[in-house]
């Protein structure tokens, strides 16, 4: 059976409609005027119906034409996106990445990551913005982010989020710390204690929520310390001076944790509320060049590269017979 229309039917009628007069039509085309009709009449003659009712001013769809019109703009648009789909899949992904990140994680994991993944693709450019406030993503010309929060309760419909990796919160603390003071053996036992607190985020900083492992309700200890900030790298130092106990991500202390230099407090509990995401705005059609790059970080970061695989740390035993202050 002879096909109806093809690719330059659909074109045809979308320059038709986009001019006022079969005249203009054809001057764009660089062809004669009796080209464009001759293939407009053969057109409707296929068809068997009329597309355009003709003037000698001007040229008008008629409803069926009108109709047809804006199924070839969605045909013609889905041509030209499966071209450049394939297009991208046989040459190599070239261009340009902006991402934001976070400080601490951004520097110490995403960092040499990016690097790696930079070299896999030489012809890409990747941009990391780190920044301790989530910037406007599609304003501001971002492809996405590398966040420590999903978007639940953000109109998450105009969002693309996916995990990266599980991450928690930990108590932490200096052995020389514990020594002084003792070892919490409880959470109620935190509110006795030094707790270096990092005010973050617009939340209340000093009511830690903790979890135990495998359960589902959790322990909120209201915490007290002579020291707080609103940097997580300035208590970091202050935990490793021995001034206190801290909550923070286990992707920051582990190195801290391999060397000795702070041992885990509480080591059954953990406040689970800092996964790894990538974040970024809803789009129709990601690019290669990024979808590539969040497979890649997804793979890196499964395994939770910073998890120790050791054994849990040693208890350290107070001076003594004292009791924490």
Same mark, same amino acid.
């Given at each position: 059976?002879?096909?109806? =229309?093809?690719?330059?039917?659909?074109?045809?009628? $979308?320059?038709?409609? %986009? *001019?006022?007069?079969?005249?203009?039509?054809?001057? !764009?085309?660089?062809?004669?005027?009796?080209?464009?009709?001759?293939? $407009?009449?053969?057109?409707?003659?296929?068809?068997?119906?009329?597309? &355009?009712?003709?003037?000698?001013?001007?040229?008008?769809?008629?409803?069926?034409?009108?109709?047809?019109?804006?199924?070839?703009?969605? =045909?013609?648009?889905? &041509?030209?996106?499966?071209?450049?789909?394939? /297009?991208?899949?046989?040459?190599?992904?070239?261009?340009?990445?902006?991402?934001?990140?976070? &400080?601490? #994680?951004?520097?110490?994991?995403?960092?040499?990551?990016? %690097?790696? #993944?930079?070299?896999?693709? @030489?012809? =890409?450019?990747?941009? $990391?913005?780190?920044?301790? /406030?989530?910037?406007?993503?599609?304003?501001?010309?971002?492809?996405?982010?590398?966040?420590?929060?999903?978007?639940?309760? +953000?109109?998450?419909?105009?969002?693309?989020?996916?995990?990266?990796?599980?991450?928690?919160?930990?108590?932490?603390?200096?052995?020389?710390?514990?020594?002084?003071?003792?070892?919490? /053996?409880?959470?109620?036992?935190?509110?006795?204690?030094?707790?270096?607190?990092? +005010?973050?985020?617009?939340?209340?900083?000093?009511?830690?929520?903790?979890?135990?492992?495998? /359960?589902?309700?959790?322990?909120?200890? +209201?915490?007290?310390?002579? =020291?707080?900030?609103?940097?997580?790298?300035?208590?970091?130092?202050?935990?490793?001076?021995?001034?206190?106990?801290?909550?923070?991500?286990?992707?920051?202390?582990?190195?801290?944790? %391999?060397?000795?230099?702070?041992? +885990?407090?509480? @080591?059954?509990?953990?406040?689970?509320?800092?996964?790894?995401?990538?974040?970024?705005? *809803?789009? %129709?059609?990601?690019?290669?060049?990024?979808?590539?790059?969040?497979? #890649?970080?997804?793979?890196? #970061?499964?395994? !939770?590269?910073?998890?120790?695989?050791?054994?849990? @740390?040693?208890?350290?035993?107070?001076?003594?017979?004292?009791?924490?202050?």
């Amino acid at each position: 059976m002879d096909k109806l =229309l093809d690719r330059a039917d659909l074109e045809l009628l $979308l320059a038709v409609r %986009a *001019h006022p007069s079969l005249a203009a039509t054809a001057a !764009e085309a660089g062809v004669v005027p009796s080209v464009i009709t001759k293939k $407009l009449a053969a057109l409707e003659a296929r068809l068997g119906f009329k597309l &355009f009712q003709r003037t000698t001013r001007r040229i008008i769809a008629t409803a069926e034409g009108e109709a047809l019109c804006g199924r070839a703009g969605e =045909l013609l648009q889905a &041509f030209a996106q499966l071209e450049a789909d394939l /297009q991208e899949r046989r040459s190599e992904p070239s261009g340009l990445i902006r991402i934001a990140a976070t &400080f601490g #994680f951004g520097r110490l994991w995403l960092g040499p990551a990016l %690097a790696e #993944f930079q070299a896999r693709h @030489p012809l =890409l450019q990747v941009e $990391l913005q780190l920044t301790e /406030q989530l910037p406007n993503l599609a304003v501001e010309g971002y492809d996405g982010a590398v966040w420590l929060w999903s978007v639940q309760g +953000r109109r998450a419909s105009e969002w693309v989020s996916r995990r990266l990796a599980r991450n928690q919160r930990v108590l932490v603390a200096a052995p020389e710390y514990l020594r002084r003071h003792g070892t919490p /053996q409880r959470p109620e036992d935190l509110a006795q204690h030094a707790c270096l607190v990092v +005010r973050e985020h617009e939340q209340r900083f000093d009511t830690w929520a903790l979890r135990k492992e495998r /359960q589902k309700a959790e322990i909120r200890v +209201r915490v007290k310390g002579p =020291l707080s900030g609103n940097s997580g790298e300035l208590a970091r130092d202050w935990c490793l001076g021995g001034h206190g106990i801290m909550l923070r991500s286990l992707w920051d202390v582990a190195p801290r944790l %391999a060397s000795g230099e702070l041992v +885990r407090v509480l @080591p059954g509990y953990a406040m689970p509320d800092a996964d790894i995401h990538w974040l970024a705005p *809803h789009r %129709a059609q990601t690019p290669k060049r990024v979808r590539l790059l969040i497979d #890649f970080l997804a793979e890196r #970061f499964r395994g !939770e590269p910073w998890k120790l695989k050791d054994a849990a @740390p040693e208890a350290i035993a107070p001076r003594g017979s004292r009791r924490p202050p």
